[in-house]
C-alpha cells in the first residue's frame, strides 16, 4: 500500500528537498522512522537552531530549505527564527507535527492551536483537511515559500503519514515559473528621473544582494559617477564595499540622515526601504529639496515608502537595462570623496585590554575576500561596518530583524549549504548565548566555520542604550560566564584569547585555511567594553558625491 508518507516524500525529492533540519518528537515519529537513506536528517538541539540553520542553508543556495518542528512546543520555540526567516527572505517548507486526527476533538496530550501561533509571519499556513490531501498541502507550500521568500507552515496530524494514498493527481503544480525580465517602461521613467538629476546617490540593502545585480548596479553607479550608500541595518550587502564609489553606511535617525542626504536632490532605493530607522526622531526622512524614489522586488516595501516613484520589478534585470538607460555622466578626477567611517584603531599596548575595533581590524586585513560573515555583535556593529567591508555577494549576513541567536545556527546552514566558501561568525557573548547549543550540530555533522566570539561580559549595547537615556543600567553584567568552557561542554574546540600576540597568532594561523576546515572552532576574545556609540560616525561629504570618481583606489 503506498501511503501519504510515501507520496510525500517523493513531493519533497520532486522540489529537492532532500536535507531536513529538525528537533522532532512523538509526533513526528511515523515520518522519520526508517527515513529512506536519500533524505539527509540535521539534528539541532533547538529549534531557535533549526530554524537559524535552515535559513543560513536556504540564502546559501538561493533556494528552499525544509524544516521539521514538533506541535506546539516545537513550534513555539521557533517563532522568532521563524520571524527573522521572513524577514530575511528565506524560503523554507516547514511540517509541523500535531495529535492524532482521530481524537483532536478532545485536545489530547500535545494537542496545539498550531495555525495561528506565529502570527501572520508565514507566508502561507495550511491544516490539510484528510490525510491525502497533506502531498498537496505540500507541494502548495513549496510554490508559496518560493513565491512569497519565506517559511509555508504545513500542520500534519501524526496519524496521517501511515494513511492511505490517493491514487490522484497532486492539486499543486510540479513547476511554477515567475517571468524574471523589467517593463522597459518602467526602466525608461526611472532613467529619466536619474538623467535629470543635477547630484543623485543610490542606496541598496539586502535586497539587492545578488551577483547579477552587484554586476548591475556597479555599472549604474559607474555611468552616473555617484555614491552608493548601504541602507542602516541593513541584513545584507547590495554592493561591493571596498568599491571607489561606496560612500558608507546610512545613520538610522532622520536627522543625521537628513544631513548625510542633504547634498542630493534624488535618492533612488534599490533593494531597500525608504529609509529604514531605528530610533524615533522628528521630521522628515530628507529635506525639502531631495526626491526620493524606490525600486524593489517587494510590493509591500514599494506600497509604504514615501517616495515620488516607486517601481516593482525582479531587481537583476531592471538594473541591467536601468545601467544601459541612463546617460554617462562625465566626472572630476580631482573632487575629493566622502570621509568613510572613523580610521583603524592604533594597536594596544604592552598590556592593555583588548577592544572590539582592534579586533575587528586585525580580522579585515586577514580575512580571505570571498569570507561569508555572520554578524551578531550589536555594540560593535558600527565598527564592523567600518572596518570589515563586503567584497562579494553574500559577503555580509545578519538578522534582519535584529533578534538575537540568529548568527551562530545560520553560519552552521550557510558552510554546510555553501562549502567552497569560508564562513566566519562575529559576535557578542550575550548573543551567543542564545543559541549555543547549536554548536553540537556544527561538531556532529563537521561544519568548519570559524565563530569569534567577543566578550564583554555584559550586554553592552543596553549599556549604551542605558547611557543615553541618562541613567545606570538595572541589569547586571555576567563575568562569571564562559563561553568557551560551554563550547568544550558540546565537543566544539575552544580557545580564550585574551592578548593582541595570541590573537594575530590565531588569525595567521587560522584565516588562510579557513575555506578547507572540516571542523567548528570558537575564538572567545577577551575585550573590554565599548563606550556608548551606537551607529557609526556619519560621513561628511565636502561636494556633492555626484563628483565621485570610479577610478579612484578604494576606501581603507
Not at 348 to 374: I, K, N, S, W
Request: aromatic share 4%; net charge negative.
Amino acid at each position: 500500500m503506498r501511503t501519504v508518507r510515501d507520496a510525500a516524500f517523493d513531493i519533497l525529492r520532486l522540489h529537492g528537498l532532500t536535507t531536513l533540519f529538525a528537533n522532532p518528537g512523538s509526533t513526528e515519529v511515523a515520518l522519520l522512522a526508517d527515513l529512506p537513506d536519500d533524505l539527509h536528517f540535521v539534528l539541532a538541539l533547538h529549534e531557535g537552531s533549526v530554524v537559524g540553520a535552515a535559513t543560513g542553508w536556504a540564502l546559501a543556495r538561493q533556494e528552499l530549505a525544509l524544516v521539521l518542528l514538533h506541535t506546539t512546543a516545537g513550534l513555539g520555540n521557533a517563532v522568532g527564527a521563524l520571524a527573522t526567516a521572513r524577514e530575511n527572505r528565506a524560503p523554507m517548507v516547514v511540517l509541523v507535527g500535531q495529535q492524532d486526527r482521530r481524537h483532536l476533538a478532545h485536545e489530547p496530550f500535545l494537542a496545539g492551536r498550531l495555525e495561528g501561533l506565529c502570527g501572520d509571519y508565514p507566508v502561507r499556513v495550511e491544516t490539510p483537511a484528510r490525510a491525502q490531501d497533506v502531498p498537496g498541502a505540500i507541494g502548495r507550500a513549496v510554490h508559496a515559500a518560493r513565491i512569497g521568500r519565506g517559511p509555508a507552515l504545513v500542520v500534519v496530524p501524526m496519524d496521517d503519514w501511515t494513511r492511505p494514498a490517493d491514487d490522484l493527481p497532486v492539486p499543486a503544480p510540479v513547476r511554477l515559473l515567475q517571468a524574471t525580465g523589467a517593463d522597459a517602461g518602467c526602466v525608461g521613467e526611472t532613467a529619466e528621473l536619474l538623467n535629470t538629476a543635477t547630484a543623485p546617490a543610490l542606496v541598496v540593502g539586502a535586497g539587492a544582494d545578488d551577483p547579477r545585480t552587484w554586476q548591475a548596479l556597479t555599472a549604474l553607479a559607474e555611468r552616473l559617477g555617484c555614491p552608493v550608500w548601504q541602507e542602516a541595518f541593513g541584513a545584507r550587502a547590495g554592493f561591493p564595499q571596498d568599491h571607489p564609489l561606496f560612500a558608507g553606511h546610512l545613520p538610522p535617525e532622520r536627522g543625521r540622515l537628513r544631513a548625510v542626504l542633504a547634498p542630493y536632490d534624488l535618492v533612488v532605493a534599490v533593494g531597500a526601504p525608504v529609509l529604514r530607522q531605528n530610533l524615533y526622531d522628528d521630521g522628515a526622512l530628507v529635506g525639502a529639496g531631495t526626491r526620493l524614489a524606490i525600486v524593489t522586488d517587494d510590493p509591500a516595501e514599494a506600497q509604504r515608502a514615501p517616495a515620488d516613484l516607486a517601481v516593482v520589478a525582479p531587481l537583476p534585470d531592471f538594473c541591467r537595462q536601468l545601467a544601459a538607460a541612463v546617460h554617462l555622466r562625465p566626472t572630476d578626477t580631482a573632487a575629493p570623496r566622502p570621509r568613510v567611517g572613523p580610521p583603524a584603531p592604533r594597536s594596544p599596548h604592552q598590556g592593555e585590554q583588548l577592544r572590539a575595533a582592534q579586533v575587528l581590524a586585525a580580522l579585515a586585513e586577514r580575512l580571505p575576500p570571498h569570507t561569508v560573515l555572520v554578524e551578531e555583535t550589536p555594540s560593535s556593529r558600527p565598527d564592523l561596518h567600518a572596518l570589515v567591508p563586503a567584497r562579494q555577494p553574500l559577503g555580509f549576513l545578519s538578522a534582519a530583524m535584529g533578534g538575537l541567536g540568529f548568527a551562530l545556527p545560520a553560519a552552521i546552514g550557510v558552510r554546510m549549504a555553501a562549502p567552497h566558501r569560508p564562513v566566519i561568525a562575529v559576535l557578542g557573548d550575550g548573543s551567543s548565548l542564545y543559541q549555543i547549543q547549536a554548536l553540537w550540530t556544527a561538531v556532529h555533522y563537521g561544519v568548519g566555520a570559524l565563530f569569534v566570539v567577543m566578550a564583554n561580559g555584559r550586554y553592552a549595547v543596553m549599556d549604551q542604550l542605558a547611557d543615553r537615556h541618562g541613567g545606570k543600567p538595572a541589569w547586571p553584567a555576567f563575568d562569571e560566564v564562559s563561553v568557551s568552557g560551554m563550547a568544550r561542554s558540546l565537543g566544539c574546540a575552544a580557545r580564550r584569547v585574551t592578548d593582541w600576540d595570541t590573537l594575530l597568532t590565531e588569525f595567521d594561523t587560522l584565516l588562510p585555511a579557513l575555506e578547507h576546515r572540516t571542523e567548528p572552532l570558537l575564538l572567545e576574545v577577551a575585550v573590554r567594553p565599548d563606550r556608548p556609540h551606537l551607529e557609526a560616525a556619519t560621513p561628511q561629504p565636502s561636494v556633492p558625491h555626484k563628483e565621485a570618481n570610479p577610478s579612484h583606489d578604494h576606501h581603507p
